[in-house]
């Protein structure tokens, strides 16, 4: 019975380690996106250009949630 409840901490320990990796994988790449804008202060951009790149930033971190979210569970938990 031990070795059952062992087994499922090390799945749900797992699935944490995980999650946190791709958490750390999407603050690098909104960091890297952001260093992008930042650097880019002296190009001119309009308005559409502004909103469409806020809005694939949205759905980035919409998918990744929705990625991380999806992610088969493990062990009785």
Partial sequence: MKKKNSNCYMGLFNKIDHIDE?????????ASLREG?????NEEECLDEIEAEQALLEIMSEGALAALLATDSQGDA
């Fill in 22 to 30: 791709r958490i750390n994988e999407i603050k690098d790449q909104l």
């Fill in 37 to 41: 804008f930042l650097n880019a202060e």
